[in-house]
């Protein structure tokens, strides 16, 4: 599905609030849920992936750099909760493309989906 985007999170309260925030931008998105990165076969040139980091799992970093190699071709976002510019960078170096607050999620999803839009026609 095209206007699909994926979120990666074992929080209710947050996939409400961020696909609350992303229904805002297109009401033909389509979001859907994955609780485990491991779980996913194939994704689609350009899928956009977002991962909650707002509750620590233990090896999230581990999985999260082993999802990115199996699938170089997506964009790979994390929403924090903190803003600590070391951990931003430490999470760009294994993997993630983009560092995002809850805030700035919406004008980065409709950057990435205009662009996508754009190149594909």
Aim: proline letters at 2%; glycine letters at 4%; charged letters at 30%.
């Amino acid at each position: 599905m095209e206007n699909e985007i994926l979120i990666g999170s074992n929080s209710d309260l947050i996939i409400k609030r961020i696909g609350k925030e992303l229904k805002k931008i297109s009401e033909t998105l389509h979001v859907r849920v994955i609780n485990e990165l491991e779980d996913i076969i194939t994704l689609r040139e350009n899928q956009l992936v977002i991962v909650d980091l707002s509750v620590y799992t233990p090896g999230i970093i581990d999985r999260i750099q082993y999802f990115k190699r199996r699938f170089p071709e997506i964009e790979l976002i994390a929403v924090t909760y903190t803003n600590d510019e070391m951990i931003d960078q430490m999470l760009v170096q294994r993997g993630i493309d983009q560092v995002a607050s809850t805030e700035e999620l919406p004008g980065i999803v409709r950057r990435h989906l205009a662009t996508y839009f754009k190149t594909t026609g």
